[in-house]
């Protein structure tokens, strides 16, 4: 298997839907999950380029992993559930130290998953739709969260898109900014590595070198 260009990762606490997340934009379905053990990944050919998507687990149990699949990472979705505010908490106080081994221009986006629950606007009602919600979080808290996390790694805002780009609010049952999400990620990580300076190879080309003639130094004579 070719190695991936670039690696995404999605962190967040248990039960706000990462794993949905990923198999409403991969499959185009809602699936009622079980917690993630440890971690999975998804390839996506985003251009030319393969792209590794990380799902986590958000089990406490689970948490020392996190850092181990951030490493290298281009890319972190920190995600919450917007009907649950103890979830945007978790982010900043488990969550945040885990993309310390993430490169150090990595992009992040703050995605706050279930908004289904507390709004009625986002298309056909289902047959049996579920009970509505109290929204707890707002995406003025997530913004918020996106510029503390700037100062946490001592990144500086201008170089980074704007917070108001990079905060949704998704829905992974009814698929509500889950595309503009993942392709807003991808498009942005893409463009990093156009950016990136082409290492030159070490390697000296033999039958190039024993077949090319010896030039003589001007100093000689």
Known sequence: MMK?????VILGDM????????HQYTERRFQETFSTIGGAFFLKQWGRHSVSIWDTAGREQFHGLGSMYCRGAAAVI???????????????????????????????AVVGNKSDLTD???????????????????????????????????????????????????????????????????DLVIAGIAKKPVKCSDTVDLKQSMNSKPRKSPCCT
């Open 15 to 22: 039960n706000v839907g990462k794993t949905s997340l990923l």
């Open 4 to 8: 991936p260009d670039v690696k995404v």
């Open 120 to 186: 009625e606007t986002q298309g056909p009602v289902p047959a049996f739709p579920a009970p509505r919600a109290n929204k707890q979080v707002f995406k003025e808290d997530a913004i918020n969260l996106y510029k503390q996390l700037l100062k946490y790694k001592m990144l500086d805002e201008k170089d980074f898109p704007l917070a108001e780009k990079m905060c949704f609010e998704t829905s992974a049952k009814t698929g509500y900014n889950v595309d503009l999400l993942f392709e807003t990620i991808f």
């Open 78 to 108: 920190l995600t919450y559930d917007v009907t649950n505010r103890q979830s945007l908490r978790e982010l900043e106080e488990r969550f945040l130290s885990l993309t310390d081994t993430a490169q150090p221009d990595c992009i992040f």
